[in-house]
């Protein structure tokens, strides 16, 4: 954007702020995060992750089973195969222990 075309924007700008009748009214905008405080908003985000992980940690589980058959006795990919189902239960582990962290750090805090 060049120089006269900013200077053009901003004249149109000011110029309709100060075209406003004094008593037009003010559109409010609805809260779009329905949440109306921080914890909230925490506590949504949290619950939010936690339920994406529920859902992809069985369709890891399936592609490390479909990788597993389709090894067809290749070690290699028998053992890739094996610690896509470790991976898979580890992260499932820690996500639940953050979960359950989380909640216990709300329990700490709200007494």
């Known amino acids: 954007m060049n120089k006269k075309t900013?200077?053009?924007f901003l004249i149109l700008v000011i110029g309709?702020?100060?075209l406003l009748p004094p008593n037009a009214q003010m559109v409010e905008i609805e809260n779009p995060i329905s949440s109306d405080s921080?914890?909230?908003l925490a506590y949504n985000i949290i619950k939010?992750?936690?339920n994406v992980a529920l859902?992809?940690?069985p369709?890891?589980?399936i592609i490390a089973g479909l990788a597993f058959i389709t090894a067809a006795g290749d070690p290699e990919k028998i053992k890739r195969a094996k610690d896509m189902v470790w991976w898979t239960?580890?992260?499932f582990m820690v996500i639940l222990l953050a979960n359950g962290i989380i909640q216990a750090i709300q329990e700490i805090f709200e007494e």
């Open 48 to 50: 939010f992750i936690f």
């Open 55 to 57: 859902a992809i940690v």
């Open 16 to 18: 309709l702020i100060f």
């Open 89 to 91: 239960i580890i992260g």
């Open 59 to 61: 369709i890891m589980f």
């Open 38 to 40: 921080f914890a909230d």
């Open 6 to 8: 900013l200077y053009v």
